[in-house]
């Protein structure tokens, strides 16, 4: 059974050229990697299904090696939606209080 928890990545390095999503992508899946949701304005930014018995320094190496640009991906703790949804509910509290 495998153990997957969900993974928040920001690729760093990509450019805004035709194809650029296309090869995140195509490399995502050649890795076995399931996304649950993508946002691509202003970064690419990726919550993906993560096994915890994969190597989180191979699958940079690998991403690298795929995607021209790209010069690392890093870990981030919310996605930028989430980040908005959740300054709409404070405001949505804030407001319902006063």
Aim: aromatic share 8%; proline share 1%; hydrophobic share 40%.
């Amino acid at each position: 059974m495998k153990r997957t928890k969900s993974k928040r990545i920001r690729l760093v390095g990509t450019e805004d050229r035709i194809g650029m999503i296309y090869d995140v992508l195509k490399a995502l899946v050649n890795y076995g990697i399931n996304i649950v949701t993508m946002e691509v304005n202003p970064f690419i930014c990726i919550n993906i299904e993560w096994d915890e018995k994969r190597s989180w320094q191979d699958f940079r190496t690998y991403m690298i090696s795929q995607v021209k640009e790209l010069t690392d991906v890093i870990e981030i703790d919310l996605m930028g939606y989430e980040k908005k949804k959740g300054s709409l509910m404070q405001l949505l509290i804030i407001s319902t209080k006063g």
